[in-house]
């Protein structure tokens, strides 16, 4: 999916979860909101000539999404070394709290090395994966 550089991101986050199961849904939404958000507002500026793409998938052991801007990547940044939310930066903070967001809702978090492109991973626990199959 490809669309240009914008905050209005409701359809976008419907689409993207269509196939996510609905317990999941509320976490995940608010990750790949931020993650959407970044990639718009600091990658791509708001500029609406420029565009973001994201590729998802499904295997068995979770789901995965690839989000690429056209921007000119960063040189910092945030980590949270204990990834809880009691080290999540104060709200009043202008960076950090998306990062420490991603690494608290996705099991996979990498960035390639001209940041510009996220890949995010959520994986299915098994004991739960198996419950879903028998009961369907």
Known sequence: ?????????????????????DDLQPEIRLGLQEALVNAAKHGNK????????????????????????????????HSCPDHSLEAL????SENGRGFCLLHEIFDQVHWNQQKTELRLCKQ????????????N
């Open 89 to 92: 930066p104060p709200d009043e």
């Open 46 to 77: 708001l500029d609406p000539t420029k565009s973001i793409v994201v590729q998802f998938s499904v295997t068995p052991e979770g789901y995965s999404w690839v989000i690429s801007d056209q921007g000119k990547g960063f040189s910092s940044y």
């Open 124 to 135: 299915v626990k098994k004991g739960k994966r198996q419950l879903l199959s028998i009961n």
């Open 1 to 21: 999916m490809s669309f240009t550089s914008t905050l209005y991101l409701c359809p976008v986050l419907d689409l993207l979860l269509a196939k996510i199961p």
